[in-house]
C-alpha cells in the first residue's frame, strides 16, 4: 500500500479515541490498582502522574512522529531513517510484540468472555465459589472455546478496516467504557468502610514511598499507555497532517491516567471494604479479577448488576487494546509483504490461534510443558513486558538521538503551527532520562523473574 492511498483515520478524535483505546485495557483494570495498593496508595500514584507527564509524554510523541513522518509500521519506520543491522532488528522488535501479546491477551479477554456470560445467567454465587476460576482455565477446551470467541471479535473488526473498523469502534466504546466506570465508581466508594480504601489511593503518604514504588510506577506506566508495542508507530502513520501530535498526546495521557484512577476507585475501595481494610487482599494479577471481585459481588446489594456493568467495562477495555495489538500485527505484514488487509489478517489470526491456544491450554492439557519453568502465557507475558519491551523503547530512543533527530520530531510536531508546549522535557527525556528509565526496567524485571530482588 503506497503512502498516498494508505488508510488514516478522520481526524483527531479518531486517533485520541483509538489510541486511548489501546492504552486503556485490562493493565489499567487489575494491573494497576493492585500495583497502587502494594507500593503506597496514594504516593504510588503521585509517582505514576508525574512518569506519564514526562516518560510517558516522551515516547508518546517520539512514536507517532515517527510514525506519522514515514507513514510505515515499526518496521519499514526504522529503516526510513536508518538501514543499519542495529535499526532494523529495532524495528523487527517493535513489530514482533504485538503479534506475541495479542495470542495470550486473547485468552484472558476469553476469560473476561466467559464471566460476563455467566453473570447475565445469573450464576452470581456460583462464580464466587473457591476453585471456579481455576476449575475453569484448567478445564482445557472450555477456556478455548471463549478464547476462540474474543479472538473472533477483534479479527472483526480489523477486517472493517481502519476508519470503519478500528475507529467506529473506539467512538462507540470508549465513551460507553467511561460512563460504566463513572457508575462503578459511584457504587463502590459508597460502601461501608471504602473511604479508608479512597483514602489510601488518593492521599500520598511519604512513609510508604520506596525505591520499588518508582521501579513499579515506570513498569506500569511503560505497560499502560503502550508505549514500545508498535502500536503508536502504526496509529501515528495513520494520522492525518493537520492533527496536532502534541495536543493528541496530552489528551490520550488524560484519558488513559483517568481510567487508571478510576479502576482504582472502583476496586481499592470496594477491596477495602471486604477485607476490612488489608490492602494484601487485594492479591495480584488474574486472581483479583477472577476471584477476589466476584466474591465481593456476592456479597453486595444490586451485586450481579454491578458484576455485569464491570465485566462489560473489563470486556470493552480488553477489546480496544486487543484490537489495536492486532492491527500493529496486520499493518507489518501488509507494508512489509505488499499483503492485502484480508490475507494479512488471516495470517495473524492464524498465529493468535496457534499461539493462544499453547497459552490456553497450558494450565490445563499442556500444564507439564513449560518454558523456564513457566507455563506458556507466563512466559509470553515475561518475554514481551519484561525483554522485548524495554529494548524496543531504548531501539527507539536511539533512533531518535541518532537517526532521526530531536529538531526532525520537533518539525513532525510543530507541523502549521501546532504547538510542542513540552519541547525541553522531550528533548532532555529522549536523550537521557528514558534510555536510563527502560534500561531500569529491563534488569529489574529480568532479576525479579529470575529471583535476584522481590517486586
Not at 194 to 223: D, E, R
Not at 284 to 300: D, E, H, Y
Not at 332 to 344: E, H, I, L, M, N
Request: proline share 4%.
Amino acid at each position: 500500500m503506497s503512502q498516498n492511498n494508505r488508510a488514516s483515520f478522520t481526524g483527531k478524535l479518531g486517533f485520541v479515541l483509538s489510541a486511548a483505546g489501546a492504552s486503556v485495557g485490562l493493565g489499567n483494570i487489575w494491573r494497576f490498582p493492585y500495583l497502587a495498593a502494594k507500593y503506597g496508595g496514594g504516593i504510588f500514584l503521585l509517582v505514576y502522574i508525574l512518569l506519564v507527564l514526562t516518560f510517558g509524554y516522551t515516547m508518546i510523541i517520539a512514536e507517532t512522529a515517527l510514525g506519522r513522518s514515514t507513514k510505515k509500521s515499526p518496521v519499514g519506520a526504522f529503516a526510513a531513517y536508518s538501514d543499519t543491522g542495529w535499526s532494523r532488528l529495532g524495528g523487527w522488535i517493535n513489530a514482533l510484540i504485538p503479534i506475541l501479546i495479542v495470542p495470550y491477551y486473547s485468552v484472558i479477554g476469553g476469560w473476561v468472555c466467559k464471566y460476563l456470560f455467566e453473570y447475565l445467567k445469573g450464576s452470581t454465587a456460583q462464580l464466587a465459589e473457591g476453585g471456579y476460576f481455576t476449575a475453569f482455565i484448567t478445564g482445557g477446551w472450555s477456556a478455548e472455546l471463549w478464547f476462540g470467541v474474543f479472538a473472533a471479535l477483534t479479527l472483526g473488526v480489523i477486517l472493517l478496516g481502519v476508519e470503519n473498523g478500528i475507529e467506529r469502534v473506539s467512538r462507540l466504546m470508549m465513551p460507553v467504557l467511561v460512563v460504566l466506570a463513572l457508575v462503578i465508581c459511584c457504587y463502590s466508594v459508597t460502601r461501608p468502610g471504602a473511604l479508608a480504601g479512597v483514602g489510601y489511593f488518593l492521599i500520598p503518604n511519604a512513609a510508604n514511598f520506596s525505591l520499588m514504588t518508582v521501579v513499579s510506577a515506570m513498569g506500569q506506566m511503560f505497560y499502560s499507555l503502550s508505549i514500545a508495542m508498535g502500536i503508536l508507530i502504526t496509529f501515528g502513520s495513520y494520522m492525518k497532517e493537520d492533527v496536532s501530535i502534541d495536543v493528541s498526546t496530552r489528551q490520550v495521557e488524560l484519558f488513559d491516567t483517568g481510567i487508571a484512577v478510576l479502576a482504582g476507585l472502583m476496586i481499592i475501595p470496594a477491596v477495602f471494604a471486604f477485607s476490612g481494610g488489608d490492602p494484601e487482599a487485594l492479591g495480584a494479577g488474574p486472581s483479583l479479577m477472577f476471584v477476589t471481585m466476584p466474591r465481593i459481588f456476592a456479597g453486595m446489594g444490586f451485586g450481579r448488576v454491578i458484576s455485569i456493568l464491570f465485566f462489560a467495562l473489563v470486556l470493552f477495555a480488553a477489546l480496544t487494546s486487543a484490537i489495536a495489538l492486532t492491527e500493529s500485527a496486520v499493518s507489518t505484514f501488509t507494508d512489509q509483504f505488499g499483503w492485502g488487509r484480508t490475507a494479512s489478517t488471516l495470517v495473524v489470526g492464524a498465529v493468535m490461534i496457534a499461539l493462544g491456544t499453547l497459552s490456553c491450554l497450558g494450565y490445563g492439557p499442556l500444564d507439564g510443558v513449560t518454558l523456564l519453568g513457566m507455563p506458556f502465557l507466563d512466559f509470553f507475558d515475561f518475554l514481551t513486558n519484561s525483554v522485548m519491551m524495554p529494548v524496543a523503547a531504548l531501539a527507539i530512543c536511539l533512533l531518535v538521538n541518532r537517526r532521526m533527530g530531536v529538531d526532525r520530531v520537533a518539525q513532525e510536531v510543530e507541523q502549521g503551527g501546532a504547538p510542542f508546549r513540552r519541547k525541553a522535557v522531550f528533548r532532555f527525556m529522549i536523550r537521557w532520562a528514558c534510555p536510563l528509565f527502560v534500561t531500569i526496567i529491563l534488569v529489574s524485571s529480568v532479576a525479579n523473574v529470575l529471583g535476584f530482588i522481590k517486586m
